[in-house]
């Protein structure tokens, strides 16, 4: 058998093979690998000289919303080009082979979705989707008028991305389910997050709170790796294949 890029314990292999339940929280490092930046990479070309924290953000939107619009239909037409990699398509294979699977992603680029996992609790929203900024209503369809951003049908307000900005709440719902899957699962992976945001961040550790053997997939160490009972060091879209490929042997 050629030799493994990645060597994965066996014991971890062994815990998957049993698991009931499994919970996944994965951050933008799993969208990396398909060309799509991490929230905290240098902004590239247009963009370079503003940062997410000055763009992501209600004020921001008030201040200048035409800005704010055209970042996101940047962020929209670059993630529109990029395609699933190895990683996504790993964890909707992995979906496919425990008894209960639950997919937490803080990403807003539906690449968990295009890859064929199904059951997805986006906490950040998605880009792909639009509101109303006065209503918090989604919109379907809008009159393309050319005014940027374009307009609410039904109230005329500006519309937005449907995605939670810095200092916004989330979704009631999804953090409510995802706390849930965290505690109650026995088998709780952490992906390409750097912990850096809450409540988000505070998931793998309700996990172990809750007795779940917890797993870091990072190449680089986080506030997690300290506490996680298995920290694989390395890119997601080689390692969650070569966990496939040892889980299938
Ligand atoms: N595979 C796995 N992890 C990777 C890879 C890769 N190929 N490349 C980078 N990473 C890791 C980085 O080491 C980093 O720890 O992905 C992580 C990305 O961290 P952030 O850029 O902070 O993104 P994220 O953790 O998703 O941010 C969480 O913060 O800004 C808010 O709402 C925004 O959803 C975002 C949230």
Request: a negative charge; glycine letters at 8%.
């Amino acid at each position: 058998m050629a030799e493994a890029a990645f060597s994965i314990p066996s014991n971890l292999i062994q815990a998957l093979r049993g698991a009931r339940h499994a919970t996944v929280l994965t951050g933008s490092g799993i969208s990396a690998e398909s060309g799509v930046p991490t929230f905290r990479d240098a902004q590239t070309g247009l963009w370079s000289n503003f940062r997410p924290e000055d763009l992501a953000t209600p004020e921001a939107f008030r201040r200048d919303p035409k800005l704010v619009w055209e970042w996101y239909a940047w962020r929209r037409e670059l993630v529109a080009r990029a395609r699933p990699n190895e990683g996504h398509l790993a964890l909707a294979e992995l979906e496919q082979r425990v008894p209960k699977f639950t997919l937490i992603t803080q990403n807003v680029d539906g690449l968990h979705q295009r890859a064929g996992s199904r059951n997805v609790i986006e906490l950040h929203g998605n880009i792909n989707r639009v509101k109303c900024f006065e209503e918090d209503a989604v919109v379907e369809s809008w009159n393309q008028t050319g005014e940027v951003p374009p307009r609410c049908p039904r109230c005329g307000g500006r519309l937005r991305p449907d995605v939670v900005w810095f200092n916004e709440p989330l979704p009631e719902d999804s953090i409510g389910k995802a706390a849930s899957a965290a505690r109650n699962c026995d088998l709780f992976l952490s992906i390409g997050t750097s912990g850096a945001v809450y409540p988000a961040a505070s998931l793998p550790f309700e996990a172990l709170e809750g007795g779940a053997t917890v797993v870091e997939i990072n190449p680089v160490p986080t506030p997690l790796t300290a506490r996680a009972t298995f920290a694989l060091r390395g890119p997601s879209g080689e390692i969650l294949p070569e966990i496939m490929r040892q889980l299938a042997g």
